[in-house]
């Protein structure tokens, strides 16, 4: 078939969106892809990807399966069924001490879309947000998405994995409009303390910012407490942002919130709502109100099996593994002692073991020094992987052993 030069033209004329369609693609997308359509990567383990392995609890896929029996899966309210939201509203204020109402809660497909959409709506083109580096990718991606421009402040190893509050005051402009922060952290597993905490969220208050809290991971938190800035005096700025896929094995189901006290956004999240999605699935969210029902223990066991998992990943890397984390199920490694980029180490890695980790380039632009293992697979697998892992990693001398515990 040719293709003739009018026809070239109105080809030429149909371009899409910049951002878009020139986004980098994710690293642990890639290598995760490359596993799934090989036949010779059959024994692969997949150390790269941030999803529970363990059974999703009975009463949640009876009440998804009770849902398709006896209801009709039509549209719920734009925010979500009030049934929901009046079970969440009860959780936050037993489990995080925050006090609000029904009308403050937003169920979200997913904390990913309550990631994009809470930054679509807080945002316009050319509004700074300050974004973790290392970070989940997608805060990043949003933000430039929605126009606007993003500034990196560095979470560092030596000091934790923690926000420095004088760098980022530093980094303050008139165009800064919000800062993002994660608590337990992705990739990092660093947690912010209650102190921290308090002065992060004085800071952005008074610099007029607004403070996007994700807390995904608010359960998977390891001899330490977990605490929401939402919870604090002065936090109206403050926007939570939660989800059910992680605490309680669903990450296919797409059902998270978002918490805001603050009407002008509230106006702004239901208008998007009804923009993009009319309401998250219903079958959804009856899954996370049968999830709240069990009053926090499934989320509990899962926290003390990824604890021994953690104190497994830590005993078995040895000099290797790097800042002991404190939340979330990941571990960064440091690997500037080989000489290689995240990506390079990662593809070698897959190629010569069969086995996946999430390459740091992934995380931000000061991250290429580090891999993230999610301590994620069943034991035996974990341990498996982690074999493989280190003898891979033994081919290259530590020049600094001190550096590495």
Same mark, same amino acid.
């Given at each position: 078939?040719?293709?003739?030069?009018?026809?070239?033209?109105?080809?030429?004329?149909?371009?899409?969106?910049?951002?878009?369609?020139?986004l980098?693609?994710?690293?642990?997308?890639?290598?995760?892809?490359?596993?799934?359509?090989?036949?010779?990567?059959?024994?692969?383990?997949?150390?790269?990807?941030?999803?529970?392995?363990?059974?999703?609890?009975?009463?949640?896929?009876?009440?998804?399966?009770?849902?398709?029996?006896?209801?009709?899966?039509g549209?719920?309210?734009?925010?979500?069924?009030r049934?929901?939201?009046?079970?969440?509203?009860t959780?936050?204020?037993?489990?995080?001490?925050?006090?609000?109402?029904?009308?403050s809660?937003?169920?979200?497909?997913?904390?990913t879309?309550?990631?994009?959409?809470?930054?679509?709506?807080?945002?316009n083109?050319?509004?700074?947000?300050?974004?973790?580096?290392?970070?989940?990718?997608?805060?990043?991606?949003?933000?430039?998405?929605?126009?606007?421009?993003?500034?990196?402040?560095?979470?560092?190893?030596?000091?934790?994995?923690?926000?420095?509050?004088?760098?980022?005051?530093?980094?303050?402009?008139?165009?800064?409009?919000a800062?993002?922060?994660?608590?337990?952290?992705?990739?990092?597993?660093?947690?912010?303390?209650?102190?921290?905490?308090?002065?992060?969220?004085?800071?952005?208050?008074?610099?007029?910012?607004?403070?996007?809290?994700?807390?995904?991971?608010?359960?998977?938190?390891?001899?330490?407490r977990?605490?929401?800035?939402?919870?604090?005096?002065?936090?109206?700025?403050?926007?939570g942002?939660?989800s059910?896929?992680?605490?309680?094995?669903?990450?296919?189901?797409?059902?998270?919130?978002?918490?805001?006290?603050?009407?002008?956004?509230?106006?702004?999240?239901?208008?998007?709502?009804?923009?993009?999605?009319?309401?998250a699935?219903?079958?959804?969210?009856?899954?996370?109100?049968q999830?709240?029902?069990?009053?926090?223990?499934?989320?509990?066991?899962?926290?003390?099996?990824?604890?021994?998992k953690?104190?497994?990943?830590?005993?078995?890397? #040895? *000099?290797?593994?790097?800042?002991?984390?404190?939340? @979330? !199920?990941?571990?960064? =490694?440091?690997?500037?002692?080989t &000489? +290689?980029?995240?990506?390079?180490?990662?593809?070698?890695?897959?190629?010569?073991?069969?086995?996946?980790?999430?390459?740091?380039?992934?995380? #931000? *632009?000061?991250?290429?020094?580090?891999?993230?293992? @999610? !301590?994620?697979?069943? =034991?035996?697998k974990?341990?498996? &992987? +982690?074999?493989?892992?280190?003898?891979?990693?033994?081919?290259?001398?530590?020049a600094?052993?001190?550096?590495h515990?």
């Amino acid at each position: 078939m040719t293709i003739t030069a009018s026809a070239m033209t109105t080809i030429a004329r149909h371009t899409v969106n910049d951002v878009l369609g020139t986004l980098p693609r994710s690293g642990i997308r890639r290598l995760t892809d490359q596993v799934m359509g090989s036949r010779d990567m059959d024994d692969a383990i997949q150390l790269g990807f941030g999803q529970p392995q363990e059974a999703t609890d009975d009463l949640i896929r009876e009440a998804i399966i009770k849902a398709t029996d006896e209801r009709t899966l039509g549209y719920t309210e734009n925010a979500g069924m009030r049934v929901l939201r009046d079970a969440i509203a009860t959780k936050l204020a037993v489990r995080n001490q925050i006090e609000t109402d029904v009308e403050s809660i937003f169920v979200t497909p997913g904390a990913t879309y309550g990631v994009a959409v809470t930054i679509g709506c807080l945002i316009n083109p050319g509004d700074e947000v300050l974004v973790p580096d290392p970070g989940y990718p997608n805060f990043a991606a949003a933000v430039h998405h929605y126009g606007g421009v993003v500034k990196f402040y560095q979470l560092r190893q030596d000091t934790g994995f923690v926000p420095d509050l004088n760098e980022l005051a530093a980094l303050i402009s008139p165009a800064t409009k919000a800062l993002i922060i994660n608590s337990p952290g992705n990739p990092t597993g660093a947690v912010i303390d209650a102190g921290m905490m308090e002065q992060l969220v004085r800071l952005t208050r008074e610099r007029g910012l607004w403070l996007v809290s994700d807390e995904v991971y608010e359960t998977y938190v390891y001899g330490c407490r977990h605490v929401s800035p939402l919870s604090l005096s002065g936090s109206d700025h403050v926007v939570g942002l939660y989800s059910f896929s992680k605490s309680y094995n669903i990450t296919g189901l797409r059902v998270g919130y978002v918490v805001t006290r603050h009407p002008a956004l509230r106006r702004a999240l239901l208008n998007a709502q009804e923009l993009y999605i009319s309401c998250a699935p219903s079958i959804s969210q009856y899954a996370a109100l049968q999830a709240l029902a069990d009053g926090g223990a499934y989320p509990e066991a899962m926290r003390a099996a990824y604890q021994q998992k953690r104190d497994l990943v830590m005993n078995m890397l #040895g *000099p290797y593994a790097g800042r002991r984390p404190e939340g @979330a !199920f990941y571990l960064l =490694v440091d690997i500037g002692f080989t &000489g +290689l980029h995240s990506d390079e180490f990662a593809d070698r890695l897959l190629r010569d073991t069969h086995v996946v980790v999430a390459p740091g380039a992934t995380f #931000g *632009p000061s991250s290429d020094q580090f891999i993230r293992i @999610a !301590f994620t697979p069943q =034991v035996e697998k974990l341990r498996a &992987g +982690l074999t493989r892992l280190k003898q891979f990693l033994s081919q290259w001398p530590i020049a600094d052993e001190e550096d590495h515990q």
